[in-house]
């Protein structure tokens, strides 16, 4: 409910920023200013003000600011938030006595009418107000000399108003609901990601990869510039009903089986494949990442093998049939005889959902603050709304993604209830209309208040049609894309090694990874290596590309390349953006419109820009640019506007 | 807050019809069909079932109505609402377990899969499903079925289905917030009010008008075809300080007062002004009222004259100043001095605002359901809500029209609050553009669900300056606007005699009737009583005119001439209207688009119009009508669409 509680003597209404109405909470980053605006009026014509309230969840007392009054009673205000986790904010209104009637006042005295009785009113409001500090000997000495003098500038003096501001009773303080505000680091917005096979990681063919191979490809990694190290799940593999090479229902002798069937005497969610080796390289793997400023996440599956240890140790936590035998995953007709589901309203859940929440927590200790939680819209809302919070109220620095491609509003739901960031429909999305309409909606309101797009363009389970030509320039479309219309997009490892030969007619890698080794020539020519590292750059260095919510799309009059202009919250960074759809070289006016750009203070219209990559440095004409993509060389240009 | 309790396992989100989140309550009408949707969806593939809850506020059990999945996880359902007052809503969903168990079961059936063990478990289902009536039976019956014939189809059958659905267990049920919603009589939607001031109805010059000469005048203004007769304030009128003519600051011998200056010895709000007659002249009049379809609206003002009895039975309802003396209205630098407004927050307030819901429920008991509110916007959001509240809890048939004048939020928060119609800026919007944009407006989301327009052409506050000139031609035109675009409408008295002296440069009557008392006659040569009989008999055929929700404008390429076109609720009645903003003949061309009519259940595009005054049919060509408006003959062309 976003307006006053009944009998408020205020509406406050209309707020923004407001997800379903304070169901769920916005999402903001720390040290980044936040406006608040509202629609503040009551009856009659008495001067009003408003504060914006902001505080932690856990803390006791609300930091206030003045709201300032706009137009047609719209009202706004800015705090920033410094510190990380669960925020609360709220907006106060009240009746400003004091100026009300200093106005009246000034308005007879110009009139000439006689305000005798007015001052003495004024005068009443002024002993009518208690305060102590300075604030209140102002009030005072100011009532004072009116009652000695009779001198009505007594009343009427600046630092008096101030004073009756800050100090004067609020019979009619109105204060609307407090609304919940997630404030994350700044990775949750923007990073770029690298998915690996940690087995896959090995140099020997046919040999399992360990933690120690992950460790020696992270200069490779690091050197394209990305910033996550996203590992596929590292536990203990089942064997009971082991997968075999291309999902076959069963594994021949050496298979290694998915590694999404959790679970084996060895361990379960909070142990490491015996085969990547132990605890201790998992923590010199987290220990080298950072050297290289790199920060992994983990894949979490909440499923298990029929070997994990807590079909033994918790067998109330599934679901058997009638016949006694356990009830493994099934997608009707598909079944999933690798893998059986916790029952999440089993009649001992209380202990399931803390066992699931407490990996998460191992984890957070192993120096892993990133989850990648895999199929979250399978499991109920009620789950992940605890998990995240419970998580985060402990550590409000960890960062869940989504991995959730399912019907539009289902995914809109796992972001408001608190997923960090999401999946998207980016993987699929090739034609201009559609890439544009898609921005639109992830950028529009409220989406852009609680919905964070990661841009994949490519996963273990998706080789999308459009990269099975292998064609070079695709992959880099599909990379600039990726990495320049979202601040958070990733890959999956084999892309930069422009990988791309599907199960026949299936939009599936054929012998993929998922279950079988694989080992790869990471030099092999033709890599895309020196590309990748060149857009993530460009991405650190300009603050614009760090950000999804202001694109703004530009008319280019060739449907096969797309346009746009993204610009940083400060406004002092804007980048332009084109980048070509179809294979041959097109010739395109890119108009920068009503583009400004802020130096020092001060906005203009660009005189000139820089190419993000080759710095080469183009004067605007006419108000745009005549640019040339030859996508042979680059289907990408991005540059920076100068004024 | 417009999504489910934190926990639901549903997400029942984006309601429509809702007002600020359910803050404030929806409006409809009695005996209307009222379409509720939503966003409603959890996690999984599960499928599920939601219904559509309702009941009026006072009752205890909700009616449920199944709501229909449309697309995309969008629901819809309806229900009609048979009595007046205030209603509640709210949506409930959960999964229908059986209906999952038997899609997938024929799944694998069709797969020819074993389907032993599912099929114990759909048994499973029934047995644990208790109901005793004819459901329960036939759950039993075909459970039986099964376990003794091992016949599949037992399972299968389309009446366990639906008594499956209606019995089983529903563990995952999740209800929406109850969400409020008035249900109002027709009236509180349309009719056509004429404004009238008593003590002008008199035939003798110079002579007081009373409620018998009120009388006299009705079959005259039901000729004209309205539905409401409202009345300016019928109480005693003040002396002290009563002001003259033209508000003069001080009254001759003899001058009649101002009827808001409320209150003398003669009684107060409860009292009638004795030279307008007795109560039982006044129940005289109601009671003629109803005998030509009118009924009696009144004019209330919370405000005294310092002479009204409240003034000295209940001094602490008023402010004083430091001298001890009355603290008049003022609105500095201008000041009331025949008024004095009580204080809403006296420590006493309690008892003032049970008097003034006393004076309303004395009206009501007197035979007057239509208050028309005097400057609402003046006194404390939380009474007016508080107070239509205490009113319509006990005769949920009285309507509140919110006479607010001032910025357009304060006007739609007073809606939002309770009021059944508020007054509108249409008597100041002239230029085809501003008509349009206010119109879109008011019939748009989320406006349309709360406030409900009443379009006055004049007020005894406001001649407007574009009927200064007096022209027949834009009297009837603004008659015709207010008239076709709201379907409730409005004139104050004089309107049809063409009045139009205005005090020199203001928007206001010179020697208003608001301070003297006026004999007219009412039959004057070039009056428009006819013109307005053939509007309203017109609005009462046509129930496309009797609401203002379905309007759509029409692409008129004159910008001196607007088009719009409105159909019923039901669909069966769709009306055009073509009215000219200048006075010259216009040949324009009205393109119907893709207007339908609604034929026996059939949606078909028209083929000809009726002129709703004059009878005259025309043919649709081309998809649209060639008119010529001449608006010295008449400025308005209002036709039905046939098909």
Redesign the interface.
């Known amino acids: 409910?976003?307006?006053p509680a009944?009998?408020?003597?205020?509406?406050i209404?209309a707020i923004h920023p407001l997800v379903?109405?304070?169901?769920?909470p916005v999402k903001r980053i720390v040290g980044e200013p936040i406006e608040v605006e509202a629609?503040i009026?009551?009856?009659?014509?008495d001067i009003i003000a408003a504060a914006l309230l902001w505080r932690r969840e856990v803390d006791r007392d609300w930091q206030r600011v003045p709201m300032q009054h706009d137009v047609?009673?719209r009202w706004h205000g800015q705090f920033v938030p410094c510190q990380l986790g669960r925020h609360l904010y709220a907006i106060e209104a009240w009746t400003d006595q004091f100026a009300t009637w200093r106005?009246?006042?000034e308005?007879?005295l110009?009139?000439g009418?006689d305000v005798s009785?007015d001052a003495?009113?004024g005068a009443?409001l002024l002993s009518r107000t208690a305060a102590s500090d300075q604030v209140g000997a102002v009030i005072q000495r100011q009532c004072q000399l009116f009652l000695e003098s009779g001198d009505y500038q007594a009343l009427l003096a600046p630092e008096l108003m101030a004073a009756m501001a800050l100090a004067q009773p609020r019979?009619?303080l109105t204060r609307s609901p407090a609304l919940p505000l997630m404030v994350d680091r700044p990775r949750a917005r923007a990073g770029a990601w690298y998915e690996m096979v940690p087995r896959s990681q090995g140099r020997t063919p046919g040999q399992h990869g360990t933690f120690r191979d992950c460790i020696a490809r992270l200069p490779d990694i690091a050197a394209m510039g990305f910033d996550v190290l996203y590992l596929t799940p590292i536990h203990p593999i089942g064997r009971t009903n082991r997968k075999g090479r291309n999902n076959a229902l069963a594994a021949a002798p050496g298979d290694p089986g998915s590694f999404y069937a959790i679970g084996s005497a060895e361990g379960g969610h909070d142990a490491v494949h015996p085969e990547l080796g132990t605890i201790e390289d998992f923590r010199a793997l987290v220990a080298a990442c950072r050297t290289v400023n790199l920060e992994v996440a983990l894949d979490i599956a909440v499923q298990c093998s029929p070997d994990h240890p807590w079909l033994r140790q918790h067998p109330n936590w599934f679901r058997r049939?009638?016949?006694g035998?356990m009830r493994f995953a099934?997608?009707?007709?598909k079944k999933y005889e690798d893998i059986v589901n916790p029952d999440f309203?089993c009649d001992d859940a209380g202990s399931l959902w803390n066992a699931l929440r407490d990996v998460l927590l191992f984890w957070v200790a192993e120096g892993v603050s990133i989850f990648r939680i895999d199929n979250?819209?399978?499991?109920?809302?009620?789950f992940w709304?605890?998990l995240i919070r419970e998580v985060q109220l402990r550590h409000p620095d960890v960062i869940f993604l989504a991995e959730a491609f399912t019907?539009?509003?289902?995914m809109k739901?796992l972001a408001?209830l608190g997923f960090t960031q999401s999946y998207t429909y980016f993987t699929w999305r090739v034609q201009k209309w559609e890439i544009e309409q898609y921005l639109r909606e992830l950028t529009g309101v409220p989406e852009r208040d609680f919905f964070r797009p990661n841009f994949f363009v490519n996963t273990p389970d998706i080789l999308p049609f459009h990269l099975q030509s292998g064609e070079p320039w695709v992959f880099k479309a599909r990379l600039a894309l990726a990495a320049t219309l979202s601040a958070s997009y990733g890959i999956y490892n084999g892309f930069e090694l422009l990988e791309h030969r599907p199960i026949p007619g299936r939009e599936e890698y054929l012998d993929s990874e998922k279950y079988e080794i694989k080992v790869r020539d990471w030099d092999q020519p033709g890599h895309l290596k020196s590309y990748i590292r060149d857009l993530n750059q460009a991405r650190r260095r300009h603050p614009a590309l760090l950000q999804t919510n202001d694109l703004r799309f530009v008319e280019i009059n060739d449907e096969h390349v797309i346009g746009f202009i993204k610009r940083s919250l400060d406004g002092r960074n804007t980048v332009g953006v084109a980048i070509a759809l179809s294979g041959e070289v097109h010739d395109v006016w890119f108009p920068l419109g009503d583009t400004l750009v802020e130096v020092g203070g001060e906005l203009k219209p660009p005189v000139a820009v820089e190419n993000l990559i080759t710095g080469e440095r183009l004067p605007v004409q006419w108000g745009g640019l005549q640019l040339r993509i030859d996508p042979a060389r680059d289907p990408a240009l991005l540059f920076q506007c100068l004024a």
Chains 1, 2 share one sequence.
């Open positions: 409910m976003i307006s009944l009998g408020g003597a205020f509406h209404e379903d109405g304070g169901r769920f629609d009026y009551r009856d009659g014509h047609n009673d106005h009246g006042f308005l007879k110009n009139a009418q009785l003495l009113e009443e019979p009619d049939r009638p016949d035998s099934e997608n009707p007709p309203a979250p819209h399978t499991k109920p809302f009620r709304e605890w019907r539009p509003k289902l739901g408001k």
